[in-house]
């Protein structure tokens, strides 16, 4: 029978029984797995939470109950029994289901995600919001281990732990972050998983805890003070309770029953703040998944059968490759380069350089403050790190970057990979700010590769800079074009002009350059002879190449994968202003002031005029004078 299809909201679970739910469970992982077989997605968190949010379900009542997840990459049962199942096909597809929690797409999503370590301080937010409102419902943050290791996450505990406000933390504890989880506060998690001698004291505990009635905060006190004689020695959670929290756990995250009664015993009985502490496999009830939690964290089209990616069989390398061969070799010949990433080895491409040098690696966990902040020490004792970090979430680290890195004048390289629209991620992972923000800040080098050579080289070059700098590109496939395996410096702020042509030039820069080149040769064939500019540097512009194209041109289109605010549009425009320069029309392309909605990498490009269609129709508008 399929109850799956019965199931119309999540009260339609208060009346099934466990084995009916655990039926449920087992529906609910094949949708999950032939869905992301087919769309992509985050598979292994999501098949490890589906018994951990079908108890919450089954226990609290949303809407009116929040639950709050944090990155919000696990919750795809969530959406299927939040009234998304019918549509549950579109998952992160253009106009579709998002991939993470979405307060514009259900009332069922308390708190937008994306970005990790958020959910606690969003979630003592609401319950503030609900005591000053003289309302009464349960706020639940669920955060994961490896978010847990987030500076804002601490932060919130620290918070939520003195207001002693009711709320529940519910610590997801896989061991996994995307790759194996790092941290003190891992090793600490793993203590409560291995210490034997704990499970048989936590029986003890959770026989006393049970056995009192009704379980007040004072009540809670004497059972706490039986849970202190064993708090340092056996049991380890007092670092929650340290910080004000009632520690409960740990409990099978994978059992149904097991969390129900806990679930229900902390609704009825805990009136201040409650950390759950759960124990869930990651990828669970996919043989793959659970074998390879890191491949299946995050996966695109795969076979069922076998557990293989479905890839196209294109030979040109990422641009994350081919940064992580040039670092590897850079860091052959160069013993002072470190390489720093917050919890994402595989996807910045470090995996390679962390196996061949281990002891200049270093995985700080999911606190990209203090990896940049981090790298900036090791730079003052000689060192070259190189942190690397996707764009969206180098944001986090915008005051450590000016503050520890540029003010100070200090070498830290940061490479932001997936720089620009990166597809069904969607907005939360656009990294479509860092040209504006970067290049606002003194002494800071921002620079982008027109295609995986340039990338390779402007890598070595910005180690030789000695100073502040910033790399950018995007997320996929480069160019194909040949890479020169000798490093070659390229020049501070300069540019490179590619192509001279009449009085229109379109100045490109990063991953808009080879939309540029295209466009010059369709627009060749409608004799319209266009200059082309590789910019380069979005900091410094290499103003002396602008310049001379503008004073000879009468059109300039730009064009960037970033937001255009602020951005290397707004750089050129300056530039022309602050010499005085008038008589020449400017278009600027790229991405205006909106979050872009996911879809694939070529749909939202299109979708923002990014590409060469586009610099053609502005080319030609503005011959025939319609742009005026
Ligand atoms: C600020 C930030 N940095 C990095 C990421 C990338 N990221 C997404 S999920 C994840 C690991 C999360 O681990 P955990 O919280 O334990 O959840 P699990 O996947 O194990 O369920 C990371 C590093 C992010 N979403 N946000
Ligand atoms: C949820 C999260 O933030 C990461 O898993 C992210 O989705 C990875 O992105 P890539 O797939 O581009 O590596
Ligand atoms: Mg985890």
């Known amino acids: 029978m399929n109850i799956l299809e019965q199931i119309k909201s999540p009260a339609d679970l208060k009346y099934l029984s466990i084995p009916k739910?655990?039926?449920?469970?087992?529906?609910?992982?094949?949708?999950?797995?032939?869905?992301?077989?087919?769309?992509?997605?985050?598979?292994?968190?999501?098949?490890?939470?589906?018994?951990?949010?079908?108890?919450?379900?089954?226990?609290?009542?949303c809407p009116r109950d929040k639950i709050v997840w944090d990155v919000g990459h696990q919750a795809y049962t969530h959406k299927i029994l939040t009234g998304r199942r019918d549509k549950f096909s579109t998952l992160r597809k253009k106009n579709g289901i998002t991939g993470f929690p979405n307060r514009f797409e259900s009332i069922y999503d308390a708190f937008g995600a994306g970005h990790a370590s958020t959910s606690i301080s969003a979630a003592l937010g609401m319950a503030v919001a609900r005591d000053l409102n003289h309302e009464n419902y349960n706020v639940i943050a669920v955060i994961g281990d490896g978010a847990m290791t987030g500076g804002e996450a601490l932060e919130g505990l620290n918070n939520a732990g003195i207001s002693k406000r009711k709320m529940i933390v519910i610590l997801n504890d896989n061991e996994m972050s995307i790759a194996p989880n790092v941290g003190a506060l891992s090793e600490y998690l793993s203590l409560i998983r291995v210490n034997e001698k704990y499970r048989r004291a936590k029986k003890d505990v959770h026989r006393i805890l049970s056995s009192i009635p009704r379980i007040g905060n004072s009540v809670l006190k004497t059972a706490n003070y039986v849970k202190d004689g064993f708090r340092n020695a056996i049991v380890p959670g007092g670092f929650f309770e340290s910080l004000g929290f009632t520690y409960i756990g740990p409990t099978d995250g994978n059992n149904l029953e097991d969390l129900i009664n806990v679930l229900e015993k902390i609704k009825i009985n805990m009136d201040g703040p409650v950390l759950l502490h759960v124990q869930t496999k990651k990828g669970k009830g996919y043989i793959p998944a659970e074998r390879h939690p890191d491949k299946f964290h995050g996966i695109g089209k795969f076979d069922i059968a076998t557990g293989k990616p479905i890839v196209s069989d294109s030979i040109i390398p990422t641009y994350t490759a081919v940064f992580s061969q040039a670092l590897v070799d850079l860091a052959a010949q160069d013993k002072n380069i470190t390489a720093i990433t917050a919890a994402m080895p595989s996807g910045t491409g470090l995996q390679k350089f962390s196996e061949l040098y281990p002891s200049r690696f270093f995985d700080v966990g999911i606190a990209e403050e203090h990896a940049v902040t981090f790298a900036a020490g090791q730079a003052t004792q000689g060192k070259h790190p190189i942190v690397a970090i996707y764009s969206t979430f180098s944001q986090r680290a915008y005051d450590q970057i000016i503050h520890d890195v540029a003010l100070q004048n200090l070498p830290v390289v940061l490479c932001l990979d997936r720089a620009g629209l990166v597809g069904e991620d969607g907005p939360t992972h656009h990294g479509v700010f860092d040209m504006a923000y970067i290049r606002q800040i003194p002494n800071m080098v921002c620079m982008a590769p027109k295609d995986e050579n340039e990338l390779r080289q402007m890598l070595y070059s910005a180690i030789k800079y000695n100073s502040p700098c910033t790399i950018r590109y995007p997320r996929g496939s480069a160019c194909g074009v040949e890479i020169q395996e000798e490093f070659s410096l390229v020049e501070k702020g300069k540019g490179e002009l590619l192509s001279i042509g009449d009085d229109i030039a379109i100045i490109a820069v990063g991953s808009m350059v080879q939309e540029a080149i295209k466009a010059r040769e369709e627009l060749l064939n409608e004799k319209i002879n266009c200059s082309v500019i590789n910019a380069r540097f979005i900091k410094p512009l290499d103003a002396n190449l602008i310049l001379a194209t503008a004073r000879k041109v009468k059109f300039i289109v730009t064009v960037e994968e970033g937001i255009l605010a602020g951005g290397f549009g707004s750089a050129v425009l300056e530039l022309l202003s602050d010499n005085n320069i008038y008589d020449v029309s400017v278009i600027r392309l790229g991405i205006k002031d909106k979050f872009i909605e996911q879809g694939t990498r070529q749909e939202i490009l299109d979708e923002c005029n990014l590409n060469s269609k586009s610099i053609v129709n502005a080319v030609k508008n503005f011959i025939n004078g319609s742009d005026k």
Request: glycine residues 8%; proline residues 2%; charged residues 10%.
């Open 21 to 61: 739910m655990q039926a449920l469970a087992t529906q609910i992982r094949e949708l999950i797995i032939k869905t992301v077989s087919q769309n992509g997605g985050h598979l292994a968190p999501c098949l490890g939470t589906v018994e951990l949010t079908l108890a919450l379900h089954k226990v609290f009542s």
